[in-house]
């Protein structure tokens, strides 16, 4: 028997798998019935999540859930750290205010968005919370399929270009996923995470070698995911074409591309004869991809383009700091990583709002028509939009948030983040030490990141904001704009709360840098007395 | 003995298929028409149902044989399409 | 479950041995009739080789050897060579109606009409 | 309750040969059959009048013996190649037949036989257009057809 | 306290954004500023002599840098300085600024900007300092571009805003640099440990860095160029940040550090090239000003330029007198700002060609300006003088070996004089003269009396100090030393009359010369366009150039370059880095697989993967111009994978491999019909590119094959003693009650996985669904195949046919098969279902050849007719499916134990006998319906893109008949 | 069996990338097709392959010698998946050569 609590932890994968089922029985029709049941679906996520993230502190590791009551190597796992609860609190957080966002009216812009959007999430925390590369690979695809639907949602030639693309690349991406994943059973014979780390340090140098290739191999695809130079190519056009929920949630994407690489890189390259493996590549890569977000968020006009980027930058900034290895680098990351998805989360859906205003809606919608099987219209209740006489104010304030944010200008959580990253990495308490090369590239690249976001940004904003010469105020409703402000207020507690979240953020690294915690944890937790009773059966 | 005569009845019995399906193969690749190209799909289905059946006999396993129903029973579904779609332009109308 | 080959009298491996030999045998000159023989329409009958006879004589070879290496009647090949038996025809007859089709369409003289000419 | 009774059983004995022969299976079979007869049903085919289904049996000996001939003659006609010239050709064969589930049953027959090919049915003149590998004389085939398949099927089908 | 208040009344003011007032929002500004004001006037005496008040909130406690503030003398009287002329600002805003305006936005800002501007001055941090820093450029760019209906407002703010936040950032990380070397963050520390930083390697980067922060926030040359166009501001913004505040911060900054960074060469060199560079040019290019606000900005640029040069010289002395003139610029310059605005307030102009005679309209306000401008001059009895004497006096002096020190006293009077021509200019011009003519507004009068007010207060202020320094300024100016300073606090003498001495006689030629020259160019000036010499150094357009070429022209060029929107080099990137993946770690440490054995060949075996090979070459040959065939050839291709596994111990592997090629290949062929036709074999000639592109794509497809066929061979031969699989093959029967290994790793061991793939497959057919609602073919795939026109145009033309009777007697015969198979393509399913635990088999296997059965009904009678006698709800299937697998997966919880634990045992039924039964044929069960569901929904929809399109050709030509 | 297999292996993915890298969106999903074959029989392979060794477990028999059962079932939930996005992919490029009127992959109408 194990305690009720437990089970918390397989809650974020369940409550949306069985809410994205069960919208599936409402009829199209009910639309508001399926709106409350996938909202109350995400906020209950959101209070597991908060839950678990109370837990995972409680004691020196999280816990561990043996899905199916099997032992650790065998069975699959799910591990739940401080990172790991640290990402699923993100999801939520980052869930719950778009969701409602998309009440407004995108919701309705296609069939199916809550079941999708619920199977999104599904995904999202399931590999986020998985410490089996198999089913990690399992709910990456999951999340990626819900996401091509929620890319397409909507449909119009931009958006159908663009899915393509994204599908093409990902589908490369998965063909390289299941190479390395079954590059590294056929040569270590596991598929536990945390097995596979006790295992490397043993096994003989062919074998290692070919389990490296694997891994390197597994690398590719995740940096497809998380936007690598040159392997991102398909990013900005996919972010920037998606509906602006959508695209909010797919910040995420990214996230779990870096989570991986930050989870696999600690726990399997930390020590033995593999230390190191890749370091470089992720740090040169990192820096190349933030030099190219830099380039691209100057080169952008459309706002989304250059949300879209900034979402390379963010990549390109945490991919190099995992490269660096430096502990205290890697927690301001954490920070970085929070702070900057929760912006970017808000500027997409902001960037509608905004963008509302310049073009009518027209890119909302392509043309709708009758459809297979029931034939009801789809056209989003317009006009229920008012002209608010604050709403340019209050959009301003918004935008004029986000770009303090993403630039990393003082005060706000962009800001700590930048400082913590770059305190470590100029070497607080070591006096005398210098940085390494790579460090200050680093620094550099951040710095020019920053500047750089700030001039577009600027000069987007003064374009939208105080150029437009008709002033034509969009339409834009409440529930539209409580979300993006309610992001920012994270963004904001983040930033008065820095201590204590970099203190977290601190814990969470500590406990992952350390690959021993980690699979002392994972093997130490024993299957349930078992109630099976084969052995009593009949032969054939 | 018997076990002799069935390996080697089985074996070349086996080659014989393979025979038969490269040549069927040939056709799905020379054509001339589409039609003769799914025909030689369908040859193929056939040939390596029976190529399936005679891996059953020579391993003594009924486990494959599962595999050579289901090609028996909805193998030609595929070419079943392929010949409408000749017909018609269109798979299901 | 396995059976071994060792398991059946030399006589019967002798009859499965002919029956696998001869389905493969016929469903070669059936590969080899489709790809020798000059037009569509005579190539179709070349296949049936393979799913009639070729396929009844593997299939006698498996009922037979694996009835008589397991002790009981094992007869599910049968279904086998119904289920060729009666889905081949679809296809063909589907596939020649396409060719008959084109053909018409095409004006080839070598194939009877149907009564009265088509213009697109 | 059983729509198709011919169709459950076969159904029931393709469940026993897939499996093993024991009362269990033969109630999950049986089951397994009705379920499946229904599902049939909900399709409504044209039901057809079976009337002497035991003359099926005939029917499938005289075709099975007619394509162990049709087998050797075709691949006598194969492996001589050049050296034998074969005739081929189409005939067209009026048929008196009209029940759907008969001339399938015709058409696998004729398709079946290496030989012959089953190309086109016009159901406004109820006539077959068929394709022969060796036609030695029209008539002696258009005679097998009618006397020989024709006729038991519509014994059977009436 | 004294920071967050102006915080809190920003906040407040700006809830009054609705008010129409302007008395509401600006006492509430005056009520702040006058607060800030006597809070920090009661913290005088516990800094007088040299005490330190300190205040601190935890806020990243783990890295040093809390909410840490700390008043000293030198902080205090900045801070009574931003308060005092504050609360000036702000009275005369009241009056400046027209009610048209979102005035409560204005004064919000303003307050913000006072309180980031007290936050600089207090922090006892840097990084907290930093941050102020940058909230200081953010106020300011909101502040000047408080009017953004005028260009030239958004470009002088965003110029501002680039050119200090850059600043800001260069002295984030400077000042970062600077903690790590002092080891702490805490301004006291780093004050304290000058020698270590002084030492340290990072000593020059670290100074630059934060050399530039402050350069370019006090407008030293060759960042001074935002401040002039910053003018765009209203007045009172001027007023307060560009001449008495903001522009402040760079010198109070260097001042702050200068106990740890000065002293040394680099110092001395860099500091004093910008000063006294910035020193000359301000003055210089001030002369030639036709804007009055203009004037006062190159001036301004030119008195930091001095207080820098001072601070450069590392000298005790030097720094109290920088710390003198900060507070004596900040009193003249605000209030000729003010006065310059009350002009142009009064008269619609700021230009000093139209601008004359003024002083008979504006008979005090001229006064007070004049007496200001002497002051700006440096003539004696004001308070400019004193500190223009000690910079004269410091400039002498010898500080460093090198010309610039040699150079300096020199250029000093040059500024000077300069200083006094332009000062002359401002009065002289407007003041005097004939009565301007053709004036916006034509009839200026004196403004109202609080609105002058703060001039009033400023020049007596002026006077007061200038005539008693040693009474008035000089204890809060020792306190301010003394903090700075400390111990070396050196004694020095306010006084007015130092006897005749070298600054004396500087000072003379300076006002002589500046007399001279005036009256020389006196017309000149008042003619030129632009400054003479240095016309084209125009900074602006220097800066704007560089920000387009840098930020938009090569930006964009190189993002072209470094990018794609294509897929095609997309995926050829992904295709080469996987490639080189798994080659370089192997390649580079000289991986030696070993030799190849050729192991047991099977010749059959070998046979199929030869025709598989060869279908595979022929597929992508075909795939261009023959898809038909090459979706044939990809379906054998398919056909001897599944072969393999069955060869190879993977009946379950072949069994679904079959199902699903059946499957896509119907799903394929329903999509061709919606592409484009292609004509075969048009050979279209090849450019070099395209040859080369080709031979590209070869050779990194040979690469990836040989790769891939390389790894595989050494990881098949490569064995692996303990994987988890010898535990599922021990387990498997006893503990998860299947005999079939792999079914039960689907269903029990791994059922996590498989719970996570059906919903793959279930998400996909949703989008699938999603997508085809939307559908809209090409308009040449709108028509009809033309194989159905050429038979419906026959059934037409035949007088003895109906329409579709081509059809209908070309399925009649295959349909009544396909009709009969049905029954049995189910009951297959059910055994394929019901076996798998034990045998291959399985749900999914099951589910697929249950959708194959309903696809057939599809293919015999068409849509229309399938779905009037078979209807599928394919959404709710899925819905069953997944809820089924997950509901047996949380049944587990009811017994205790985690999700998807599975139970099984052997019933024991009567008649029948002991019957396996196990959670996991639950689960299975889901599998299989969300299978059947997801399938028959692609295929179906699909499917029904055929039914759509002939009701949109309808519809077509329904309209097409309407008019 | 092996070198047949790695053969055949690397033969598929040759085949497979060369049509990845084609213009022509038919021919992506074709390539994909083919390299999810050749990923298949990859991930199938890493385990060692058997012949003749299933892994189902018969009363008394060792279980030492039976093929690896474990990447047979990440195969099948591999074609599963594979399955799903051929399917997915075909439907988006028939809505982008709907939209577009062009089966290029990034919808250009020209020729080349
Ligand atoms: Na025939
Ligand atoms: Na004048």
């Known amino acids: 028997?194990?305690?009720?609590?437990?089970?918390?932890?397989?809650?974020?994968?369940?409550?949306?798998?069985?809410?994205?089922?069960?919208?599936?029985?409402?009829?199209?029709?009910?639309?508001?019935?399926?709106?409350?049941?996938?909202?109350?679906?995400?906020?209950?996520?959101?209070?597991?999540?908060?839950?678990?993230?109370?837990?995972?502190?409680?004691?020196?590791?999280?816990?561990?859930?043996?899905?199916?009551?099997?032992?650790?190597?065998?069975?699959?796992?799910?591990?739940?750290?401080?990172?790991?609860?640290?990402?699923?609190?993100?999801?939520?957080?980052?869930?719950?205010?778009?969701?409602?966002?998309?009440?407004?009216?995108?919701?309705?812009?296609?069939?199916?968005?809550?079941?999708?959007?619920?199977?999104?999430?599904?995904?999202?925390?399931?590999?986020?919370?998985?410490?089996?590369?198999?089913?990690?690979?399992?709910?990456?695809?999951?999340?990626?399929?819900?996401?091509?639907?929620?890319?397409?949602?909507?449909?119009?030639?931009?958006?159908?270009?663009?899915?393509?693309?994204?599908?093409?690349?990902?589908?490369?991406?998965?063909?390289?996923?299941?190479?390395?994943?079954?590059?590294?059973?056929?040569?270590?014979?596991?598929?536990?995470?945390?097995?596979?780390?006790?295992?490397?340090?043993?096994?003989?140098?062919?074998?290692?070698?070919?389990?490296?290739?694997?891994?390197?191999?597994?690398?590719?695809?995740?940096?497809?995911?998380?936007?690598?130079?040159?392997?991102?190519?398909?990013?900005?056009?996919?972010?920037?074409?998606?509906?602006?929920?959508?695209?909010?949630?797919?910040?995420?994407?990214?996230?779990?591309?870096?989570?991986?690489?930050?989870?696999?890189?600690?726990?399997?390259?930390?020590?033995?004869?593999?230390?190191?493996?890749?370091?470089?590549?992720?740090?040169?890569?990192?820096?190349?991809?933030?030099?190219?977000?830099?380039?691209?968020?100057?080169?952008?006009?459309?706002?989304?383009?250059?949300?879209?980027?900034?979402?390379?930058?963010?990549?390109?900034?945490?991919?190099?700091?995992?490269?660096?290895?430096?502990?205290?680098?890697?927690?301001?990351?954490?920070?970085?990583?929070?702070?900057?998805?929760?912006?970017?989360?808000?500027?997409?859906?902001?960037?509608?709002?905004?963008?509302?205003?310049?073009?009518?809606?027209?890119?909302?919608?392509?043309?709708?028509?009758?459809?297979?099987?029931?034939?009801?219209?789809?056209?989003?209740?317009?006009?229920?939009?008012?002209?608010?006489?604050?709403?340019?104010?209050?959009l301003g304030i918004c935008f004029a948030s986000c770009a303090i944010l993403l630039s990393g200008l003082p005060p706000l959580s962009g800001f700590v983040a930048k400082f913590v990253m770059l305190s470590a990495l100029i070497g607080t308490g070591s006096v005398g030490s210098s940085p390494t090369g790579g460090a200050l590239i680093f620094v550099t690249l951040v710095i020019l990141g920053g500047l750089a976001t700030l001039i577009a940004l600027t000069r987007a904003g003064i374009r939208a904001f105080w150029s437009s010469i008709e002033g034509t105020v969009p339409r834009v409703l409440v529930m539209e704009i409580v979300p993006i402000m309610l992001l920012l207020t994270i963004t904001a507690t983040l930033t008065v709360k820095a201590g204590p979240a970099l203190a977290y953020a601190d814990a969470a690294v500590r406990s992952i840098v350390d690959p021993g915690i980690y699979i002392k944890a994972v093997q130490g937790v024993a299957p349930q007395k078992s109630r099976r009773d084969h052995t009593a059966a009949p032969g054939e | 003995m018997s076990a002799i005569i069935l390996f080697t009845a089985v074996s070349v019995a086996q080659l014989m298929l393979t025979t038969a399906m490269a040549i069927s193969s040939v056709r799905m690749f020379y054509g001339p028409r589409a039609q003769d190209r799914i025909v030689g799909l369908d040859a193929l289905y056939v040939n390596s149902m029976l190529l399936l059946v005679t891996f059953g006999i020579g391993t003594g396993k009924t486990v494959y044989f599962e595999a050579a129903l289901v090609i028996g029973l909805i193998g030609f579904v595929s070419s079943v399409s392929l010949a409408k779609f000749l017909m018609r332009g269109e798979v299901i109308e | 479950m396995i059976y071994s080959a060792a398991d059946i009298p030399v006589w019967m491996a002798v009859v499965v041995a002919f029956f696998v030999l001869a389905g493969a045998a016929l469903a070669l000159i059936g590969a080899i009739g489709f790809l020798r023989l000059p037009t569509f329409y005579e190539r179709i009958h070349a296949p049936t080789l393979a799913t009639s006879w070729g396929t009844g004589g593997i299939m006698c070879a498996s009922i037979l050897f694996f009835s008589v290496a397991g002790g009981r009647l094992v007869a599910h090949e049968v279904l086998i060579g119904v289920f060729i038996t009666v889905t081949t025809p679809v296809t063909f007859m589907l596939l020649a109606r396409a060719a008959l089709h084109r053909d018409r369409f095409e004006n080839n003289p070598k194939v009877p009409r149907r009564t009265g000419p088509v213009k697109l | 309750m059983l729509p198709y009774p011919l169709l459950t059983v076969f159904l029931l004995v393709m469940w026993l040969l897939l499996n093993r022969f024991t009362l269990g299976h033969v109630l999950l079979g049986g089951m397994v059959a009705v379920c499946s007869s229904w599902a049939m049903a909900a399709l409504r085919p044209d039901k057809p009048k079976l009337r002497r289904w035991y003359l099926l049996p005939k029917l499938f000996g005289v075709v099975m013996l007619d394509i162990i001939r049709s087998n050797i003659a075709v691949s006598r006609v194969i492996l001589q190649g050049r050296a034998k010239e074969h005739r081929s050709a189409f005939i067209n064969v009026p048929l008196e037949l009209r029940d759907p589930t008969a001339l399938a049953i015709l058409s696998i027959i004729v398709t079946g036989t290496p030989g012959s090919a089953w190309l086109e049915y016009d159901s406004r003149n109820s006539s077959v257009l068929l394709h022969v590998l060796d036609l030695v004389d029209d008539d002696e085939w258009r005679d097998l057809l009618k006397n020989r398949y024709e006729k038991l099927l519509l014994e059977i089908f009436s | 306290?004294?920071?967050?208040?102006?915080?809190?009344?920003?906040?407040?003011?700006?809830?009054?954004?609705?008010?129409?007032?302007?008395?509401?929002?600006?006492?509430?500004?005056?009520?702040?500023?006058?607060?800030?004001?006597?809070?920090?006037?009661?913290?005088?005496?516990?800094?007088?002599?040299?005490?330190?008040?300190?205040?601190?909130?935890?806020?990243?406690?783990?890295?040093?840098?809390?909410?840490?503030?700390?008043?000293?003398?030198?902080?205090?009287?900045?801070?009574?300085?931003?308060?005092?002329?504050?609360?000036?600002?702000?009275?005369?805003?009241?009056?400046?600024?027209?009610?048209?305006?979102?005035?409560?936005?204005?004064?919000?800002?303003?307050?913000?900007?006072?309180?980031?501007?007290?936050?600089?001055?207090?922090?006892?941090?840097?990084?907290?300092?930093?941050?102020?820093?940058?909230?200081?450029?953010?106020?300011?760019?909101?502040?000047?571009?408080?009017?953004?209906?005028?260009?030239?407002?958004?470009?002088?703010?965003?110029?501002?805003?680039?050119?200090?936040?850059?600043?800001?950032?260069?002295?984030?990380?400077?000042?970062?640099?600077?903690?790590?070397?002092?080891?702490?963050?805490?301004?006291?520390?780093?004050?304290?440990?000058?020698?270590?930083?002084?030492?340290?390697?990072?000593?020059?980067?670290?100074?630059?860095?934060?050399?530039?922060?402050?350069?370019?926030?006090?407008?030293?040359?060759?960042?001074?160029?935002?401040?002039?166009?910053?003018?765009?501001?209203?007045?009172?913004?001027s007023a307060y940040l560009h001449s008495a505040t903001m522009v402040k911060a760079g010198v109070f900054l260097l001042a702050r550090l200068s106990p740890a960074l000065s002293g040394t060469y680099e110092w001395f060199m860099l500091v004093g090239l910008a000063g006294v560079s910035t020193l000359l040019l301000g003055s210089y290019f001030a002369m030639f000003q036709q804007d009055l606000k203009g004037l006062l900005a190159f001036s301004t640029i030119s008195h930091l330029g001095l207080i820098t040069t001072l601070l450069s010289l590392g000298s005790p002395v030097a720094t109290v007198a920088a710390i003198f003139h900060m507070v004596n610029h900040a009193t003249f310059k605000a209030s000729l700002f003010m006065a310059a605005g009350i002009i142009d307030h009064e008269t619609g102009t700021r230009d000093m060609r139209r601008l004359s005679g003024l002083l008979r309209y504006l008979p005090i306000t001229g006064r007070l300006a004049m007496v200001a401008s002497a002051a700006m001059a440096g003539v004696p009895l004001l308070n400019g003088f004193l500190s223009k004497e000690m910079f004269f006096a410091e400039a002498v002096e010898t500080h460093a070996n090198s010309w610039l020190d040699t150079a300096t006293p020199y250029l000093a009077v040059i500024a000077s004089a300069f200083s006094v021509a332009y000062s002359l200019r401002f009065i002289h011009s407007v003041f005097?003269?004939?009565?301007?003519?053709?004036?916006?507004?034509?009839?200026?009068?004196?403004?109202?009396?609080?609105?002058?007010?703060?001039?009033?207060?400023?020049?007596?202020?002026?006077?007061?100090?200038?005539?008693?320094?040693?009474?008035?300024?000089?204890?809060?100016?020792?306190?301010?030393?003394?903090?700075?300073?400390?111990?070396?606090?050196?004694?020095?003498?306010?006084?007015?009359?130092?006897?005749?001495?070298?600054?004396?006689?500087?000072?003379?030629?300076?006002?002589?010369?500046?007399?001279?020259?005036?009256?020389?160019?006196?017309?000149?000036?008042?003619?030129?366009?632009?400054?003479?010499?240095?016309?084209?150094?125009?900074?602006?357009?220097?800066?704007?150039?560089?920000?387009?070429?840098?930020?938009?022209?090569?930006?964009?060029?190189?993002?072209?370059?470094?990018?794609?929107?294509?897929?095609?080099?997309?995926?050829?990137?992904?295709?080469?880095?996987?490639?080189?993946?798994?080659?370089?770690?192997?390649?580079?440490?000289?991986?030696?697989?070993?030799?190849?054995?050729?192991?047991?060949?099977?010749?059959?075996?070998?046979?199929?993967?030869?025709?598989?090979?060869?279908?595979?070459?022929?597929?992508?040959?075909?795939?261009?111009?023959?898809?038909?065939?090459?979706?044939?050839?990809?379906?054998?291709?398919?056909?001897?994978?599944?072969?393999?596994?069955?060869?190879?111990?993977?009946?379950?592997?072949?069994?679904?491999?079959?199902?699903?090629?059946?499957?896509?290949?119907?799903?394929?062929?329903?999509?061709?019909?919606?592409?484009?036709?292609?004509?075969?074999?048009?050979?279209?000639?090849?450019?070099?590119?395209?040859?080369?592109?080709?031979?590209?794509?070869?050779?990194?497809?040979?690469?990836?094959?040989?790769?891939?066929?390389?790894?595989?061979?050494?990881?098949?031969?490569?064995?692996?003693?303990?994987?988890?699989?010898?535990?599922?093959?021990?387990?498997?029967?006893?503990?998860?009650?299947?005999?079939?290994?792999?079914?039960?790793?689907?269903?029990?061991?791994?059922?996590?996985?498989?719970?996570?793939?059906?919903?793959?497959?279930?998400?996909?057919?949703?989008?699938?669904?999603?997508?085809?609602?939307?559908?809209?073919?090409?308009?040449?795939?709108?028509?009809?195949?033309?194989?159905?026109?050429?038979?419906?145009?026959?059934?037409?033309?035949?007088?003895?046919?109906?329409?579709?009777?081509?059809?209908?007697?070309?399925?009649?015969?295959?349909?009544?098969?396909?009709?009969?198979?049905?029954?049995?393509?189910?009951?297959?399913?059910?055994?394929?279902?019901?076996?798998?635990?034990?045998?291959?088999?399985?749900?999914?296997?099951?589910?697929?050849?249950?959708?194959?059965?309903?696809?057939?009904?599809?293919?015999?009678?068409?849509?229309?007719?399938?779905?009037?006698?078979?209807?599928?709800?394919?959404?709710?299937?899925?819905?069953?499916?997944?809820?089924?697998?997950?509901?047996?997966?949380?049944?587990?919880?009811?017994?205790?134990?985690?999700?998807?634990?599975?139970?099984?045992?052997?019933?024991?039924?009567?008649?029948?006998?002991?019957?396996?039964?196990?959670?996991?044929?639950?689960?299975?069960?889901?599998?299989?319906?969300?299978?059947?569901?997801?399938?028959?929904?692609?295929?179906?929809?699909?499917?029904?893109?055929?039914?759509?399109?002939?009701?949109?050709?309808?519809?077509?030509?329904?309209?097409?008949?309407?008019? | 069996m092996e070198l047949v297999l790695s053969a055949a292996i690397g033969f598929m993915t040759a085949c497979g990338v060369w049509l990845l890298l084609r213009p022509r969106t038919y021919q992506v999903i074709v390539g994909l097709s083919l390299l999810s074959y050749a990923v298949n029989l990859f991930i199938f392979g890493v385990g060692g392959v058997k012949s003749d060794e299933p892994p189902l477990l018969t009363e008394g028999a060792s279980v030492a010698l039976l093929a690896d059962p474990v990447p047979q079932a990440l195969v099948l939930t591999a074609i599963v998946i594979g399955f799903a996005t051929t399917a997915l992919f075909l439907v988006v490029l028939l809505a982008s050569r709907g939209l577009t009127g062009s089966d290029h992959v990034d919808g250009r109408s020209d020729p080349r």
């Not at chain 5, 006037?41 to 935890?58: C, D």
């Not at chain 5, 407002?153 to 600077?178: E, K, N, P, S």
């Not at chain 5, 898809?627 to 054998?636: I, S, T």
């Not at chain 5, 293919?859 to 006698?869: M, N, S, V, Y």
């Open chain 5, 432 to 963: 005097f003269g004939p009565p301007p003519m053709g004036l916006p507004n034509q009839a200026p009068q004196e403004p109202p009396h609080w609105m002058r007010f703060p001039i009033d207060f400023l020049v007596i202020a002026c006077l007061v100090v200038g005539i008693f320094p040693n009474f008035t300024i000089g204890p809060f100016l020792h306190a301010a030393a003394v903090s700075v300073l400390g111990q070396s606090t050196p004694q020095y003498s306010l006084s007015v009359w130092h006897g005749f001495n070298v600054p004396l006689l500087m000072s003379l030629v300076a006002m002589t010369t500046g007399c001279a020259i005036y009256v020389g160019f006196r017309s000149y000036f008042s003619r030129c366009e632009g400054t003479p010499v240095f016309r084209h150094l125009a900074g602006q357009r220097i800066f704007e150039r560089v920000l387009v070429t840098l930020s938009w022209r090569w930006a964009r060029s190189l993002e072209s370059r470094l990018g794609t929107r294509s897929l095609q080099p997309q995926l050829r990137w992904i295709t080469f880095l996987g490639f080189l993946a798994a080659f370089l770690p192997l390649y580079l440490a000289g991986f030696q697989s070993r030799m190849l054995s050729p192991s047991d060949l099977d010749a059959a075996f070998l046979g199929i993967w030869t025709i598989g090979c060869c279908l595979a070459i022929g597929t992508a040959y075909l795939a261009k111009y023959h898809r038909l065939a090459a979706l044939v050839m990809l379906g054998g291709v398919g056909l001897i994978v599944c072969i393999t596994f069955l060869w190879l111990s993977a009946p379950d592997l072949a069994l679904t491999q079959l199902l699903v090629e059946i499957v896509t290949t119907v799903l394929i062929l329903l999509g061709l019909r919606w592409l484009p036709k292609r004509v075969g074999d048009l050979k279209d000639e090849m450019t070099f590119r395209a040859r080369f592109r080709r031979f590209r794509d070869f050779v990194l497809a040979a690469a990836c094959g040989v790769g891939m066929a390389f790894i595989s061979y050494a990881v098949m031969t490569m064995t692996v003693p303990d994987t988890i699989a010898n535990f599922f093959l021990n387990n498997a029967y006893t503990q998860g009650g299947g005999r079939n290994v792999v079914n039960v790793i689907l269903v029990d061991f791994r059922g996590f996985d498989t719970l996570g793939e059906i919903t793959v497959l279930g998400i996909v057919a949703l989008t699938v669904y999603a997508l085809l609602r939307r559908f809209r073919p090409a308009p040449d795939s709108l028509a009809a195949p033309e194989q159905q026109q050429v038979q419906a145009l026959f059934d037409e033309q035949q007088p003895d046919r109906d329409a579709g009777d081509t059809v209908r007697d070309y399925l009649l015969v295959p349909s009544v098969i396909m009709q009969w198979l049905f029954p049995v393509v189910i009951t297959l399913a059910v055994y394929i279902f019901i076996r798998g635990h034990d045998l291959p088999g399985g749900g999914f296997s099951a589910g697929l050849t249950m959708s194959i059965a309903f696809l057939l009904q599809y293919l015999a009678g068409g849509t229309r007719w399938a779905e009037d006698r078979i209807r599928v709800l394919p959404l709710r299937w899925m819905a069953s499916g997944l809820i089924t697998a997950g509901g047996t997966g949380i049944g587990a919880w009811l017994f205790g134990y985690p999700f998807l634990t599975s139970h099984s045992r052997y019933l024991d039924l009567p008649l029948i006998g002991k019957v396996p039964a196990a959670t996991a044929m639950i689960f299975d069960l889901g599998v299989f319906l969300l299978v059947v569901g997801s399938t028959v929904l692609i295929l179906v929809a699909l499917a029904h893109q055929s039914i759509r399109i002939n009701r949109i050709r309808a519809m077509d030509e329904a309209k097409e008949g309407a008019p």
């Open chain 1, 1 to 394: 028997m194990i305690a009720w609590p437990q089970h918390l932890i397989v809650l974020p994968i369940l409550i949306p798998l069985i809410a994205g089922a069960g919208l599936l029985f409402i009829p199209d029709r009910q639309r508001s019935v399926k709106a409350m049941v996938s909202l109350a679906a995400t906020i209950a996520l959101g209070a597991v999540s908060l839950l678990l993230m109370a837990a995972s502190g409680e004691s020196r590791f999280g816990a561990v859930y043996l899905v199916g009551n099997w032992a650790a190597p065998f069975g699959i796992v799910l591990v739940l750290d401080r990172l790991s609860a640290l990402m699923v609190v993100l999801t939520a957080l980052l869930a719950v205010p778009v969701l409602s966002f998309a009440l407004a009216r995108w919701h309705s812009a296609g069939a199916h968005f809550h079941s999708l959007y619920q199977f999104l999430l599904m995904g999202l925390n399931g590999a986020f919370l998985t410490g089996d590369l198999f089913n990690l690979f399992v709910f990456f695809e999951v999340m990626l399929a819900a996401s091509y639907g929620l890319i397409l949602h909507g449909s119009g030639p931009l958006r159908v270009k663009a899915g393509m693309h994204y599908i093409a690349i990902n589908l490369a991406a998965a063909l390289l996923f299941l190479i390395g994943v079954s590059l590294i059973y056929g040569t270590t014979g596991t598929l536990n995470m945390a097995d596979l780390a006790e295992r490397l340090p043993t096994i003989e140098p062919d074998r290692r070698l070919l389990m490296e290739a694997g891994a390197a191999v597994l690398g590719v695809a995740f940096l497809v995911k998380a936007g690598m130079w040159p392997l991102c190519f398909w990013l900005p056009s996919a972010y920037s074409v998606a509906a602006a929920p959508v695209a909010a949630i797919l910040t995420l994407m990214s996230k779990v591309g870096i989570y991986i690489i930050i989870r696999l890189t600690l726990l399997l390259f930390a020590e033995g004869p593999s230390a190191g493996f890749g370091s470089g590549v992720l740090l040169y890569g990192g820096l190349a991809t933030l030099a190219f977000g830099t380039i691209g968020v100057l080169a952008s006009q459309a706002l989304g383009r250059i949300g879209a980027y900034s979402v390379l930058v963010s990549s390109g900034t945490l991919l190099a700091i995992t490269g660096l290895h430096d502990e205290a680098a890697t927690s301001g990351a954490l920070l970085y990583l929070l702070s900057s998805t929760l912006t970017l989360g808000a500027f997409f859906m902001l960037v509608e709002l905004v963008e509302r205003g310049q073009d009518a809606g027209a890119s909302v919608l392509a043309v709708t028509m009758e459809l297979y099987g029931d034939a009801d219209n789809e056209v989003p209740e317009e006009g229920q939009g008012t002209t608010m006489p604050a709403t340019l104010a209050v």
């Open chain 5, 1 to 237: 306290m004294v920071v967050i208040l102006p915080f809190v009344g920003s906040l407040l003011t700006a809830f009054l954004l609705r008010t129409n007032s302007r008395l509401l929002p600006a006492s509430i500004a005056g009520f702040v500023a006058a607060t800030v004001v006597l809070m920090t006037a009661a913290l005088y005496p516990s800094v007088a002599n040299g005490g330190v008040v300190r205040f601190e909130i935890e806020w990243l406690p783990q890295l040093g840098v809390n909410l840490n503030l700390r008043v000293d003398g030198f902080a205090w009287l900045f801070a009574m300085l931003v308060g005092i002329i504050g609360v000036l600002v702000v009275l005369y805003a009241r009056y400046y600024m027209s009610e048209e305006g979102p005035v409560p936005r204005f004064f919000s800002f303003l307050l913000a900007f006072m309180g980031s501007m007290l936050g600089i001055v207090f922090s006892g941090n840097v990084i907290l300092l930093s941050v102020f820093w940058e909230l200081t450029s953010l106020t300011s760019f909101l502040l000047i571009s408080y009017w953004n209906q005028n260009p030239a407002a958004r470009d002088g703010a965003r110029m501002a805003l680039t050119v200090t936040a850059t600043g800001g950032f260069c002295l984030l990380v400077g000042l970062v640099i600077l903690g790590n070397i002092a080891g702490s963050y805490d301004l006291d520390v780093i004050l304290s440990s000058a020698e270590a930083i002084t030492a340290h390697p990072l000593y020059l980067t670290c100074l630059i860095l934060i050399l530039l922060g402050a350069f370019t926030k006090s407008a030293q040359f060759p960042f001074h160029f935002w401040l002039p166009n910053a003018m765009a501001a209203p007045t009172p913004v």
